[in-house]
């Protein structure tokens, strides 16, 4: 059974930094691509930042040299290093493979970037 928990979400102001990690278990984890969504308040789930198999990475526009995704093979995690965060980078994030599989989103975990 596939689970994907996600943590480290907080409050946090703005320009400050918080890590997001992501526990996989219940598939090969080495063996897939890996992303970062996630969804603002009123707005669709977007995919924020993805990390293939060997480590190639890829950002959407808004988050490129702030984000940093990263993953440890050995400990089925895949992390999400926000630096400069700013107030509408607020929003429940979630991991899932990349491209997403319908049925297997964690809980999410919550970030809130305000003064």
């Known amino acids: 059974q596939v689970q994907l928990v996600e943590s480290g979400g907080g409050l946090v102001q703005p320009g400050g930094p918080l890590r997001l990690s992501c526990a996989a278990s219940?598939?090969?984890?080495?063996?897939?691509?890996m992303g970062w969504y996630r969804q603002a308040p009123g707005k669709q789930r977007e995919l924020v930042a993805r990390?293939?198999?060997?480590?190639?990475?890829e950002y959407t526009d808004s988050v490129k040299d702030r984000f940093t995704i990263s993953r440890d093979n050995a400990e089925n995690t895949v992390y999400l290093q926000m630096n400069s965060l700013k107030p509408e980078d607020t929003g429940l994030y979630y991991c899932?493979?990349?491209?997403?599989?319908?049925?297997?989103w964690g809980q999410g975990t919550r970030v809130t970037v305000s003064s």
């Open positions: 899932n493979r990349y491209p997403y599989v319908i049925g297997q």
């Open positions: 990390i293939t198999a060997g480590g190639g990475t």
């Open positions: 219940g598939f090969i984890f080495r063996i897939y691509n």
